[in-house]
């Protein structure tokens, strides 16, 4: 009788990336249906820990919300929001960029769609954070660390035209 074959490393993360994956999309639809984040977290425990899990599930529910937000003030379509981080490894958070091409904004003054869209996510308690090391960059020391002083006002025009650039934002809690 033969010996059943052992999958190698690299198969078996890809099938435990796939699980994961399938158990993300498995909670998303939980919340989506009315399922209480402790029962998640409970259904979970084997596998994730009660804070991480609760924590996914806060994030998820700001992520409705934020799009909800951009919806309402017919902003939805100049931006595009994603999740990133990994699951149990790193703090999942939202980010925001520019949905479109910069040449392709139907807007009579394009420099205002941040300011329009930080006023629309203001209303929900959301700011966007330039200052952050997106995922699978390494991290920099920030100014303070440094010691080093800065203007602590960020220049509303540098971070729309950063924005209008391409350049990620992280959506906070204000």
């Known amino acids: 009788m033969p010996e059943p074959t052992a999958p190698s490393t690299p198969d078996a993360v890809k099938e435990l990336l796939a699980a994961q994956q399938q158990l993300l999309r498995a909670i998303e639809f939980d919340v989506a249906h009315g399922v209480s984040a402790n029962q998640i977290a409970r259904s979970c ?32 379509r100049y931006v595009a929001t994603r999740l990133v981080g990994q699951f149990g490894h790193d703090r999942r958070r939202i980010e925001m960029t520019l949905g479109l091409d910069p040449a392709e904004l139907d807007l009579d003054e394009p420099e ?60 906070i809690p204000a």
Do not use: C
Request: aromatic share 6%.
């Open 45 to 76: 425990a084997p596998i994730a820990s009660r804070p991480v899990v609760l924590d996914f599930i806060q994030v998820l529910e700001r992520h409705a919300a934020i799009r909800a937000q951009l919806q309402a003030a017919g902003l939805d």
């Open 112 to 171: 205002a769609l941040f300011a329009r869209i930080n006023s629309a996510l203001g209303k929900i308690g959301i700011i966007a954070r330039q200052d952050y090391t997106p995922v699978g960059h390494r991290r920099r020391a920030n100014a303070a660390e440094l010691g080093i002083t800065v203007n602590p006002a960020p220049d509303p025009d540098a971070a729309s035209a950063a924005f209008l650039d391409g350049q990620e934002f992280e959506l």
